[in-house]
């Protein structure tokens, strides 16, 4: 069990610039989340994906956010046209869904900054 | 109202005292709890979970759920400086995701 991996861990990038980010869960874990993180407040729920199907995407994320999980491994998060407001840590999750518990595990995060 | 609410500190305590986290959560279907750890610019890292009402013990650390309440805290004993940091309650309710809060900064000084 090597744990969630996410890769870059740092992006600096300018506005409107797009970017991609990717994240490996733990092997066997059938879920994936997103979340972002801005200083000073807790982790806020981006998307989540069972195997392949993305289950739920939060209203606060703009058309601009686009993420996938193609073959229920692997998922990238793409930010297209970035802004200022996007600077922020996003954190990649896993978990695997067994009866009712789904106990998460975080990944290191990738730091953006956009100027 | 918040949906998770959490004192967001600093709670400072002397080395070897006891450190208590709070946090009330504002959905009565919430069915899983959770306590992460963070260091700064660091990401969370799981420190307990918990179901049912009551308390829970992992080594030095208490998770204490009551449902009617809407309650869950969080007991460190023992503390050392090395547990200095920001402490994030987490709720998942009847949707998946983990709604958290703003966590609380725990400073023990030796």
């Known amino acids: 069990d090597t744990g969630v991996s996410q890769d870059p861990r740092h992006k600096i990038t300018k506005r409107g610039q797009n970017v991609t980010f990717r994240c490996d869960p733990i092997?066997?874990?059938?879920?994936l989340y997103w979340y972002r993180q801005t200083l000073g407040q807790g982790p806020e729920f981006l998307t989540y994906?069972?195997?392949?199907?993305?289950?739920?995407k939060s209203r606060l994320l703009s058309d601009r956010f686009s993420a996938e999980r193609p073959k229920g491994s692997f998922s990238t998060l793409e930010i297209q046209r970035t802004e200022q407001g996007d600077s922020a840590m996003y954190l990649c999750?896993?978990?695997?869904?067994?009866?009712?518990?789904?106990?998460?595990?975080f990944g290191p995060g990738t730091r953006l900054t956009v100027l | 109202q918040k949906e998770v609410e959490q004192n967001s500190g600093p709670l400072s305590v002397p080395e070897g005292a006891i450190a208590s986290l709070n946090c009330t959560y504002s959905?009565?279907?919430?069915?899983?709890f959770f306590w992460y750890r963070q260091y700064s610019g660091k990401s969370p890292e799981l420190i307990m979970s918990?179901?049912?009402?009551g308390d829970k013990e992992d080594g030095r650390f208490t998770a204490q759920l009551n449902k009617a309440s809407q309650y869950v805290s969080l007991l460190i004993r023992d503390s050392q400086p090395s547990d200095s940091a920001t402490y994030l309650c987490?709720?998942?309710?009847?949707?998946?995701?983990?709604?958290f809060g703003t966590g609380t900064r725990l400073q023990v000084f030796p």
């Open positions: 999750a896993s978990s695997l869904v067994a009866g009712s518990t789904d106990t998460q595990y």
């Open positions: 092997s066997e874990h059938n879920r």
């Open positions: 994906f069972q195997n392949e199907a993305q289950l739920e």
């Open positions: 959905d009565r279907g919430s069915q899983s």
């Open positions: 918990i179901y049912s009402n």
């Open positions: 987490a709720v998942n309710g009847n949707t998946d995701k983990l709604i």
